[in-house]
């Protein structure tokens, strides 16, 4: 079946430094991929997505590429903020299934 | 303002007390799901809906019964809560499945003792 492996946290950093947060999957056909964010005691927010190989997802400064041959969507930030906190979920959905698979999660705690 | 809501936020029940979590979006959505969330192992998918009156099993659908009578409502139901069952449970709804965003409710946190 479909999985995603995510890097285990938490992950502290400091403001302004570099983020990459380690996803990889395996998935029947090719699917599409999600970064989603939860900020304490809220739902998840998507926070970008892919579609296709080669694709490379952005929003609020982050960015993951969709890389078939690694079967990877890394997320990566240039420059974290203390409100960039959170909680952060990397997904899948095959095509031709309605299932949603998540990782387990990667906590991010940036300290000023 | 599109949303998705739950009800209850908080619940605190007992063993073998039949309990309905509903959930309901405002955005004509076809897609809705339900998932577990439990420390270390991430969400978990329980039930989805393509549409009314369709419904499949997700990853963990033991002890849980989902209805799809309405387009904008999908209840949760356990008809004898166990304490496994104790989890915080996030409703979701997407306009359809596959590329799209899925709109994610505040959350259910469940104590079964």
């Known amino acids: 079946g479909d999985s995603v492996t995510q890097m285990e946290g938490p992950v502290t950093l400091s403001e302004e430094a570099f983020l990459t947060i380690n996803c990889t999957y395996t998935a029947t056909g090719y699917p599409s991929l999600f970064w989603y964010v939860q900020y304490p005691g809220e739902g998840l927010q998507l926070l970008l997505k892919?579609?296709?190989?080669?694709d490379k997802g952005s929003n609020k400064g982050f960015e993951a590429t969709y890389r078939k041959e690694t079967t990877s969507f890394h997320l990566e930030k240039g420059s974290v903020q203390v409100s960039d906190s959170a909680v952060y979920f990397c997904?899948?959905?095959?095509?031709?299934?309605?299932?949603?698979?998540f990782g387990t999660g990667t906590k991010l705690q940036v300290i000023p | 303002e599109a949303q998705v809501t739950q009800n209850p936020r908080y619940l605190i029940t007992v063993t073998g007390k039949k309990l309905t979590v509903t959930c309901s979006q405002n955005m004509n959505h076809e897609y809705m799901s339900w998932y577990r969330q439990d420390p270390g192992l991430g969400l978990r998918q329980i039930y989805y809906s393509m549409n009314v009156e369709v419904t499949d099993k997700g990853d963990v659908p033991e002890g849980y019964k989902v209805s799809r009578k309405e387009k904008r409502n999908f209840p949760l139901i356990l008809e004898s809560p166990s304490p496994n069952q104790t989890s915080l449970y996030f409703c979701?709804?997407?306009?359809?499945?596959?590329?799209?965003?899925?709109?994610f409710g505040p959350g259910t946190r469940l104590t079964v003792t």
């Open positions: 979701a709804s997407s306009l359809t499945q596959g590329v799209d965003e899925q709109y």
């Open positions: 892919a579609t296709k190989a080669d």
């Open positions: 997904a899948l959905i095959s095509r031709g299934y309605q299932k949603v698979t």
